[in-house]
């Protein structure tokens, strides 16, 4: 499957490949992290979400990773297919006011 | 209700013209969100209400735009003497208080083009 170190605007994958996106977040005291996937005209959509007491939470065919060390999020999709193809945002949510800050995008493109 | 409904879903308008959106939000979540959204960027936080209390605002919301949420049910952006840098997609979000994950939930936007 594919993965990336560093961030990437745009990935492109084989369908029944693995995905990994990344994200890097800026603020080392942010204590909770969402991933979203936002399709073409739609508003961003819940995928999975992580504590910073946590390194690692599984979902159904999703992973997330976070490093606090490097303040780093990883997304891993298993199986890639065609309706994963979307933009990926990791977000962090400031505690007191629930308000969300959006990382980079990935544009994930799945080739059948 | 089935999700965040905010209308309308497109909107053209002339520079200059005023403009407002209406963001109707799930019926039990007390706090609602404004966010804009440029292409290819991620949406970006304009500012929150909890139940009728405007409680936070960017500093990207100019004095040109403003917020209301009368009744602590539906909210209204209003967009006044409009801009073409103000082309964008406008989200709304709405969330019991407290949540940040599964429970927060987006609307399908409503993106403003400034001609």
């Known amino acids: 499957g594919e993965s990336v170190g560093l961030h990437l605007p745009t990935l492109s994958v084989q369908e029944g490949d693995n995905s990994i996106i990344n994200c890097a977040y800026s603020n080392s005291a942010s204590d909770y992290f969402i991933w979203y996937k936002q399709e073409s005209g739609k508003g961003p959509q819940f995928i999975i979400d992580i504590r910073s007491n946590m390194d690692k939470r599984q979902g159904q065919r999703v992973t997330v990773l976070l490093n606090k060390t490097v303040k780093h999020l990883s997304l891993q999709i298993a199986a890639t297919q065609p309706g994963d193809s979307a933009v990926y945002f990791c977000a962090e949510r400031d505690d007191n006011t629930g308000k969300l800050i959006f990382g980079q995008g990935t544009t994930l493109q799945v080739k059948p | 209700d089935t999700g965040v409904s905010q209308d309308p879903r497109h909107k053209i308008t002339k520079r200059g013209q005023n403009v407002t959106f209406r963001c109707d939000p799930i019926s039990e979540h007390n706090r609602l969100y404004w966010y804009r959204q440029t292409l290819g960027q991620g949406p970006e936080f304009l500012t929150y209400f909890q139940n009728e209390a405007q409680l936070e605002k960017s500093r990207l919301l100019s004095n040109r735009f403003s917020a209301e949420r009368p009744k602590g049910s539906f909210s209204t952006l209003e967009i006044q003497r409009t801009e073409q840098g103000d082309s964008a997609m406008y989200l709304c979000?709405?969330?019991?208080?407290?949540?940040?994950?599964?429970?927060?939930?987006f609307g399908s936007g409503t993106r403003l083009t400034v001609v």
């Open positions: 979000a709405s969330s019991p208080r407290g949540q940040g994950g599964y429970g927060y939930t």
